[in-house]
């Protein structure tokens, strides 16, 4: 089971217990506490800590939500440049032939150990058993060895000159943006924020049980909420793990590139 859904799973619990906490203490509160100008007074405090809640909650859901964007966005331009310098080498000639099959071992080993639930690339590529990682060292010392024999190429006229310039400037681009890809991926979520959040909830949710009526209706709106809130708390975990878990980013732009790279 994902550590979401083990997250998401007890934060569903401990809300509808603090909603049971609450119908349970109704029952031992002597009857000036339950008064009408009592319950309007804790209903307007508890309104003002459901605006934070949800303020933050907002924040929380827009900042990972950017974040996965963002990890896309630079993916995709990632795979565009390793298109690119494919297109480069083979108008180089037959003496970037070895180059372009290392950028294609390359390429395929990374959608093999990034999407492992998909189907894997063919072909002869180096595989790995332990999590997922885009920052994999193997991965990255392959594309070191594309870099060091595109510098080591040997033009023989001013043409192949500048078609190699422009392949180093390329590579040197596309080391720039795997860090980029590399800082983006790590989880952003702040664990004591959520954490606070989710302490909020839990008063919200004991003083809904605390005020509000026993009957099937107020039962199923309380569940019905808390799998709302849960649900939330679950996007915002997901959203924060791009390459892992139920929502992550497509493989279909790394997939068009390497159908690119095999392209006769």
Not at 87 to 112: H, N, S
Not at 176 to 188: D, G, K, N
């Amino acid at each position: 089971m994902r550590n979401s859904t083990i997250v998401v799973l007890a934060v569903l619990i401990v809300l509808l217990c603090a909603s049971a906490l609450g119908m349970v203490l109704q029952g031992a509160l002597r009857e000036r506490h339950k008064s009408r100008e009592t319950a309007d007074h804790i209903r307007l405090i508890i309104s003002i800590l459901v605006t934070f809640t949800a303020v933050l909650l907002g924040l929380l859901i827009s900042n990972v939500k950017t974040s996965f964007d963002t990890f896309d966005s630079r993916l995709r331009g990632y795979v565009g440049d390793i298109t690119e310098l494919d297109m480069r080498l083979r108008e180089y000639g037959e003496d970037a032939a070895p180059v372009r099959a290392k950028l294609r071992t390359y390429l395929a080993a990374t959608i093999a150990d990034t999407w492992r639930n998909e189907s894997r690339p063919a072909g002869v590529y180096p595989t790995f058993q332990n999590t997922v990682s885009i920052e994999r060292e193997p991965l990255g010392a392959l594309l070191l060895d594309v870099d060091v024999a595109i510098r080591k190429l040997d033009p023989a006229d001013h043409y192949h000159r500048r078609i190699a310039d422009l392949l180093e400037a390329r590579m040197t681009e596309m080391l720039a943006r795997r860090q980029l890809l590399i800082e983006t991926v790590h989880e952003t979520v702040s664990w004591p924020l959520l954490v606070g959040m989710t302490t909020w909830l839990v008063v919200v949710f004991a003083v809904f049980g605390l005020i509000s009526p026993r009957n099937a209706v107020v039962y199923a709106t309380i569940v019905l909420c808390a799998l709302s809130f849960g649900s939330a708390i679950f996007f915002i975990l997901e959203f924060d793990t791009p390459l892992d878990g139920l929502i992550t980013v497509s493989s279909e732009p790394a997939r068009d590139s390497l159908r690119h790279l095999d392209a006769p």
